[in-house]
């Protein structure tokens, strides 16, 4: 109870022990033995203070307090199979009049219970959502198998038409009942289903629809007529195909057609929230065939927000009409307000997300900050909020059981609402529950209509701009939108107007095309290339095509829409990204985007969103979403790259994370799709004893050297650990271990290289792996070991400069690590060392060059970035024996620093080459940015080139002539 309450609350309080002294007087042996009870008679004050309906249900009834009392039921949460086996036990009758009673003395028992819990502060807010849930559950299932017996009995069952099954009445609870989260005094929604038509198999047979038309009518007679003992629910069947106007129960193919045909937007919102009471076994299916399809789209669908407007548009005037600004449901900053931003985030994203088709709403709303869709704060604000107003709104309904979310204007209402409130005055109260409001108004407005866009004094302009006039019209629009030379712009707008794409456009899209090209327009006022930006811009508009869904994003979000333009004008790789995957444009939501640089960790949380959208996903979808994932880590690093100037070697790393992590991933999907069929991998070893072998991935290459680019494939080669006599996987179809691998290796490779919607996430290349493509997939770390001794040749174990493992199990990772060592000081065939990488080099100099006269190849040519890698794989092979510590690195650049922190090559000379092999990467890697071969002009770094040729004639000696 508060320390501090008012007067009012004082007296009312008075008035409730005054009630409670009548009674006893009336019959002392049964109110002494409810009060024998102290968390009884400490807390009825309180609650008959509070609830009139409670009061008066215990007066006329002592015996169900008493009862209530007596087993303990009063101070506990109901469990779900209790109260329905209590629901047989109690809800009795033949005639249905007899049921109707017993129905409304089962439900009055439970509300009393349940508001007794609520105010006297026994129960949270979910456990009593959850037990007012329950009790409709049980009630709602009881009368529909009561009044379906009793129609069988007169007409026989009803069995489908093709099946010839009995036909069961599903019954869908909406709105707060189908997300288990009913309030105190609701009515609830429902909407009857079954699943084929046919006929009763009775001597007086009616078809199905004959059959659930009446037995809809029976249920809500037996839920909703009042009585002298009131009613059980009031029933509202409006959200059904067609409303009041349509039939009362429906067969599954009759609602399918429903909402494929004429389903509403506003239907889409009240769906999230479907969940069947009855015929449960049948609803899974029915979702993933009907509602889910309806309900959530596979794209990102930012239109949602269109027609969220439009229902708080209508809700708002109804407000307005009924003067409900005071309603802590419909008013502004209300309840509905919050479900609304929920709901809408569902819609647009749970499409690609199934962790956020949820039905219930305070599990939904946390989720919304992992998926960057709301700040932290706001979700708290939004919680706290919804938790606040949901126990407002049960007080107000506890008062007299009845359904009202409107806050009193009777002073005396108004402090006992205080009270039950545990607030010490109504000025106090009100306070609290305004300032929730005005955060969740503001959050809804933020979420539904977006931050206001600057116009920089641009006010007054068209708010559209129609491409359909003429073109001495549209130039006047242009100058108005600020633009100083309108031909060359009105000209791609021409082109826009009578290409196929704005031909296709319907209705909608048009709308928001031309509401984009206003604001569009406006910004590229000041763009220095105008033209250029807005072509790139068109461009990425025609890739969409008649998937306006994207258009609405940019509609929906000014900053997304400032942010495509400026990348836009910024550069055309980034437009062509976009353009190739438009799922991109959900990247320029997020604030992150420019407000932070890409780093691993930020890479690796996104993935870890990724992992949960793909947990109930088949294999194909699950690397249709990494590949998503990859889209937009690459996208935002090559931002990072292209506008902020993000060091090349920041790039390199960036992209290497991204390859390992989902080299991680995959090689986990691929392990348990493989271990589910054939079950883990064991081996024992020479003392007997069991173990689960593993696999790693070794990089080699760039991603081993930390140097890859946007485009560059993966050269991988896979190990594991299995060795002895005894090896086999442990499950029902047993294999031996090396025909496990080979098909873990097998799978990895496929998930890593297979085409899907979004294209591929690698090209892997694995013929690094010892015997090249005529070896083992995957061979054991012993025998690789035994490879790279016996028969490796020299560039092999120049390759095996630039290993690392990269993902699997880290003690085998270290067992590869001193294998490489191993091998690096000790396999290597020193006599003959120079001879060999020199031959290399040359043949591949003849081979692999690309330029033409007058050019030069940066990698293969003589002075490019195959000699200076040849020359530190050299002295990397020729000293790793006695200074094993320079190959504990696989990148070129901190390969060089450590032969010149150890004295092995002159520091100078390791200056000017690493300086050198930056230049070469930084340029190599903006060719690559503009989709062209790595050949320059030969007039570009001829200083570098004399200098890497000079180091390679002195090192490599009679090495020919190098021009």
């Known amino acids: 109870?508060?320390?501090?309450?008012?007067?009012?609350?004082?007296?009312?309080?008075?008035?409730?022990?005054?009630?409670?002294?009548?009674?006893?007087?009336?019959?002392?042996?049964?109110?002494?033995?409810?009060?024998?009870?102290?968390?009884?008679?400490?807390?009825?004050?309180?609650?008959?203070?509070?609830?009139?309906?409670?009061?008066?249900?215990?007066?006329?009834?002592?015996?169900?307090?008493?009862?209530?009392?007596?087993?303990?039921?009063?101070?506990?949460?109901?469990?779900?199979?209790?109260?329905?086996?209590?629901?047989?036990?109690?809800?009795?009758?033949?005639?249905?009049?007899?049921?109707?009673?017993?129905?409304?003395?089962f439900r009055r028992r439970h509300m009393v219970r349940i508001a007794w819990r609520d105010i006297a502060g026994w129960a949270t807010l979910d456990e009593t959502l959850r037990d007012l849930s329950t009790l409709a559950n049980v009630c709602i299932d009881l009368v529909c198998r009561r009044m379906y017996a009793a129609l069988v009995a007169r007409y026989g069952t009803p069995r489908g038409?093709?099946?010839?099954?009995?036909?069961?009445?599903?019954?869908?609870?909406?709105?707060?009942?189908?997300?288990?989260?009913?309030?105190?005094?609701?009515?609830?929604?429902?909407?009857?289903?079954?699943?084929?038509?046919?006929?009763?198999?009775?001597?007086?047979p009616i078809d199905n629809a004959e059959f659930f038309l009446r037995l809809g009518q029976k249920i809500v007679q037996q839920l909703a007529t009042p009585t002298v003992d009131g009613f059980v629910y009031r029933v509202d069947l409006r959200l059904r195909p067609f409303g009041d106007s349509g039939r009362l129960a429906l067969s599954f193919a009759s609602f399918e057609h429903?909402?494929?045909?004429?389903?509403?937007?506003?239907?889409?919102?009240?769906?999230?929230?479907?969940?069947?009471?009855?015929?449960?076994?049948?609803?899974?299916?029915?979702?993933?065939?009907?509602?889910?399809?309806?309900?959530?789209?596979?794209?990102?669908?930012?239109s949602v927000f269109e027609s969220l407007r439009d229902m708080k548009a209508m809700i708002a005037r109804e407000v307005e009409r009924r003067e409900l600004k005071d309603n802590v449901k419909l008013g502004p900053g209300g309840i509905r307000e919050i479900e609304f931003i929920v709901q809408a985030f569902q819609l647009i994203r749970g499409g690609s997300d199934r962790r956020l088709q949820g039905k219930e709403l305070r599990v939904i709303l946390p989720q919304l900050i992992g998926q960057r869709l709301l700040r932290e704060d706001a979700v708290r604000d939004l919680e706290a909020a919804y938790a606040?107003?949901?126990?407002?709104?049960?007080?107000?309904?506890?008062?007299?059981?009845?359904?009202?979310?409107?806050?009193?204007?009777?002073?005396?209402?108004?402090?006992?609402?205080?009270?039950?409130?545990?607030v010490g005055s109504w000025d106090e109260l009100a306070a609290q529950t305004n300032a929730h409001r005005q955060r969740v108004e503001r959050y809804f407005t933020q979420t539904v209509f977006g931050p206001q866009e600057r116009t920089d004094g641009i006010a007054s302009m068209e708010s559209t701009f129609d491409l359909d006039v003429d073109a001495a019209e549209r130039a006047s629009m242009l100058v108005n939108c600020g633009v100083t030379d309108p031909e060359p712009i009105n000209a791609r707008l021409e082109e826009l107007r009578n290409s196929t794409y704005y031909r296709r456009l319907d209705d909608t899209g048009r709308r928001r095309l031309r509401d984009l090209l206003a604001r569009i327009l406006r910004m590229l006022a000041s763009d220095a290339a105008p033209t250029t930006t807005l072509a790139r811009v068109l461009r990425i508009f025609e890739m969409i095509g008649g998937r306006t869904v994207y258009l609405a994003l940019l509609t929906e979000n000014a900053a997304a829409l400032r942010r495509l333009v400026e990348l836009c004008a910024h550069s055309q790789f980034l437009a062509d990204q976009i353009a190739a995957q438009p799922l991109l444009l959900d990247e320029l939501i997020d604030e992150r985007f420019v407000e932070e640089a890409p780093s691993r960790a930020q890479f690796a949380a996104d993935l870890a969103s990724s992992r949960g959208r793909m947990q109930h996903e088949d294999p194909e979808r699950q690397v249709e979403i990494l590949r998503q994932f990859q889209s937009a880590a690459m996208f935002r690093v090559a931002v990072a790259d292209l506008t902020a100037g993000l060091p090349l070697m920041k790039v390199s790393d960036r992209l290497t994370d991204i390859a390992e992590l989902i080299v991680q991933e995959t090689l986990s999907l691929a392990w348990a799709q493989i271990t589910a069929k054939h079950g883990v991998p064991r081996y024992v070893d020479e003392r007997g004893e069991s173990h689960m072998a593993h696999m790693i991935v070794v990089a080699y290459g760039k991603l081993g050297g930390l140097e890859l680019g946007y485009g560059s494939d993966l050269d991988l080669v896979f190990l594991h650990d299995s060795i002895g006599e005894s090896q086999r996987t442990d499950g029902e179809q047993s294999v031996e271990n090396t025909v496990f691998f080979q098909r873990l290796g097998q799978r990895l490779v496929h998930l890593l290289t297979v085409h899907t919607a979004s294209g591929r996430l690698y090209e892997v290349d694995t013929r690094l792996r010892p015997g090249g493509n005529k070896g083992l997939l995957v061979q054991s770390v012993a025998a690789f070991r035994e490879y790279e001794f016996q028969e490796a040749w020299t560039w092999e174990h120049q390759s095996l400069l630039r290993a690392r493992a990269i993902a699997g199990d880290p003690q085998v990772c270290e067992q590869f690590e001193q294998a490489r060592i191993e091998v690096l000081r000790n396999a290597v065939r020193r006599d003959g060392l120079k001879h060999e990488v020199r031959k290399m080099r040359e043949r591949m100099r003849e081979n692999l060059s690309k330029a033409r006269e007058g050019q030069f190849d940066l990698k293969q040519d003589a002075g490019g970035v195959a000699d200076l890698e040849f020359l530190v794989q050299y002295w990397m092979l020729e000293w790793a024996d006695r200074y094993p510590e320079i190959v504990t690195f696989s990148d070129n650049i901190r390969q060089l620093e450590s032969l010149g922190s150890g004295n092995l090559v002159p520091q100078s000379r390791v200056d000017f080459l690493v300086?050198?092999?930056?230049?070469?990467?930084?340029?190599?890697?903006?060719?690559?940015?503009?989709?062209?071969?790595?050949?320059?002009?030969?007039?570009?770094?001829?200083?570098?080139?004399?200098?890497?040729?000079?180091?390679?004639?002195?090192?490599?000696?009679?090495?020919?002539d190098l021009r």
């Open 1 to 105: 109870m508060t320390a501090s309450i008012s007067d009012t609350a004082r007296g009312l309080l008075a008035d409730s022990e005054k009630r409670l002294a009548a009674a006893r007087e009336d019959n002392p042996e049964v109110w002494q033995s409810i009060l024998e009870d102290a968390r009884v008679a400490e807390s009825l004050p309180r609650v008959w203070t509070c609830s009139e309906f409670v009061a008066t249900s215990c007066l006329r009834s002592p015996a169900l307090l008493a009862d209530l009392t007596a087993d303990g039921n009063l101070f506990s949460l109901a469990p779900d199979d209790w109260l329905a086996q209590e629901a047989e036990a109690r809800v009795r009758g033949d005639a249905e009049a007899d049921l109707m009673e017993s129905l409304r003395r």
């Open 161 to 204: 038409a093709d099946s010839g099954e009995a036909q069961p009445l599903m019954i869908l609870g909406m709105g707060k009942l189908g997300g288990g989260e009913l309030n105190y005094s609701s009515d609830i929604d429902l909407i009857l289903l079954y699943p084929e038509d046919g006929e009763t198999d009775g001597a007086r």
């Open 258 to 302: 429903y909402l494929q045909q004429h389903g509403r937007d506003w239907e889409r919102y009240a769906y999230v929230k479907a969940r069947a009471l009855t015929a449960t076994e049948q609803f899974p299916s029915l979702y993933d065939e009907v509602l889910r399809p309806f309900v959530y789209r596979r794209y990102l669908d930012f």
């Open 388 to 422: 606040y107003l949901r126990v407002l709104e049960n007080r107000l309904q506890q008062w007299n059981d009845e359904q009202t979310h409107q806050l009193p204007d009777d002073p005396i209402a108004r402090e006992r609402l205080a009270f039950a409130m545990n």
């Open 915 to 960: 300086d050198t092999y930056r230049k070469y990467r930084q340029r190599m890697h903006r060719l690559a940015l503009d989709g062209v071969k790595n050949v320059v002009d030969d007039a570009e770094f001829v200083a570098e080139r004399r200098g890497v040729v000079e180091v390679w004639q002195e090192v490599m000696r009679e090495a020919g």
